[in-house]
């Protein structure tokens, strides 16, 4: 029998105190868990607990023993931890030290290895590039998660009376999945952007920009209203007014299809609509907010750097604007109206019906506003010069009418030449933050593999350690190997995953810093669609195609490499011949 | 002994009890007893000296039935010398001062 074994049997004699006994349940509750290589002497110390004379002895005796016990244990796991992974401490009963195929490696490197690589992912510009190739992986979309965060933030928003950052989360958009939640979301918004306004009215183009135009509620009216009578010169309030008319107008069809060109030509006989687009168009500004929407998202993103991307992300591609299509559409209208009043021989009100549509597309074109807005603002102002050119011919002013028509040309000229110069620019940069992206993404997955790797190996060497000794298999191999290279490769990864995100990391930091170019904004999109192109070939739709491709390459070099191996001892065994 | 290690006050005191009476055995109660020293010092200074080969070590059997046995210890013949050597040499550095007994000076 072993001294230890008498240890929990024995309880003293009757006469021992209730102290002495706890004392003695300590100890022995120690010793169960006491390291094998120094359990001899614990037993020898609570062998000893008997000696004491009163309770307060006993008990001194066993704190003293306890504190002997956490020293054993620190001295063992020490000990433990300088050996490879799968060895047991000499004396420990099980397992043993090392064995041909068993990692090499200290349990201690492989700690230690293990957390500079967490410490460097923590940091940060860690935390931000993890951040940020998780959200790639998801598409940027949002998640329950993010929602979370934005609730933190508006309740921060809330407490510290930060209009602006509650003006942020009302802009923001929901996450898609949540459609069960819309209404409350709608109204939690609404009463956010009120909080927002009443605490800083600088903000009320949030009225505008918070602008779904197929949830208008009667919130939203009484908004457009106040925004009208705040920013009485822009067009875009008067343009929210009318797309919202028109959704309900065509509810009834949305409902079962989408509206046809019919419906949309019709409109022109609508006194309503045309008279809320006669006003936006006579409007001296057009405004529809992004710049304010760009800069508050800027210093937003400044002041909380740790923000989930996505957020950021989606609140700019989610930026609302009035409805293009109907612009034009009324455009049309405006320039029948012009090609009508020429027909009766009414010049003078056709020049200036067209003359109005284009100074409306020469404003649109100059506002700032998003690429497209740009784009629909140089065909409205195309449009008017060709029916301008049209009506001075009519007239017979000559020089007029080939005026009106070099400025369409020159228009068309220099937006085809500025996009043309701005898409190659984008096409050339794009190419160059590919290939940094697929550096990112590929230092991602190796590194998610090698820790899974590293993981799986370590588990399986520290579970089952005298099966991996005893076997000789590949899997062993593979598992003592994962277990020994795993965390170095972690480590590796990790730094040059760090390393390859640094000029996404520039793009973000001048983004948030920087004044409000769009050049800006088209390098944040550029650089965070290019890290989802790998997700998109792994997880998305072309990954039937990237799996066989790989399957085929595969297949491919294995038999490239056993045509040679035969070819090789086919020479071999000739020239021994 | 060939090997020089820095001892401890609490070492040197382990030392004296041990060399009260060299030849026989000692139990850890009463040395703590005699020295004042803690359990939770004294069980790793014995541990220590025994890993040294410096303390000989030996389980007692039971003297009530159900009792544990009691763990019994003793310097080795050699390392009486040593430590007698040593607790000289602390006390006239003044580094240690040898208990009313005087076992090792």
Known sequence: MRPEELMPAYEGGPQVSAAARFARAMLGCALRYWPEDSRAWGTAMAAEIDEATNGFDAMWWSLGGLMFFARSVLSSTWAWLKLPAGSSLPGSGAGGV?????????RLFTAVVLAVAAVLLLLPEGREALRTVTASWLEYEMTSSDQRALDKLAARAEKEKDAGTLAFVALSPTPRHDSAHHSQQLERTAAMVERAVALDPSYIWVYGAKNHRHDYYPA????VTRLEMADPDNAVPILIEADAYVEQKFATRYARNYPTEKDFEN???????????GRAYAAPKYDSYLQKHLQLMRAVWDRDPNLPPEIFLEGLWSHTIPDLRLLRTYAKVRLEGAEKAKVSGDFKQAEAVANGVAAFGARMMSSSGTVIEELIGVAISRMADKELAAIYTSEGKIAEAQAATAHSDELERSVRKRIGRDEAGRAERRRGIDREAALVQGCAILGGM???????GVLFVELWPNTTRAQRGWWCRAMCFAADYGPSAVLIASGAFLICFRPFQKVLADFRVSSFQLDDE????????????????VLGMDSAVTFWSALTITLSAVVVAMVASGIYRARRVASRA | MGVRIRLSRQTLA??????????EWHHGYS???????????LYPILMRLEKLHWLETEWEAAKTPGRPPRHLYRLTGAAREWARDELREAAARKFWKPAASGAGA
């Open chain 1, 450 to 456: 090698s820790l899974l790797a590293a993981v799986v």
């Open chain 1, 98 to 106: 090392g064995g041909p195929l068993m990692p090499k490696r200290s």
């Open chain 1, 220 to 223: 939203q009216k009484e908004w």
């Open chain 2, 14 to 23: 382990v030392l004296e009890a041990l060399l009260v009476r060299p030849g």
């Open chain 1, 522 to 537: 088209h390098r944040l999109t550029d650089a965070m669609w290019s890290l989802t192109f790998v997700p998109e070939h």
């Open chain 2, 31 to 41: 040395v703590s007893q005699q020295t004042g020293i803690p359990s939770g010092t």
């Open chain 1, 267 to 277: 409109l022109g006989d609508d006194p309503q609509w045309t008279a809320l687009m």
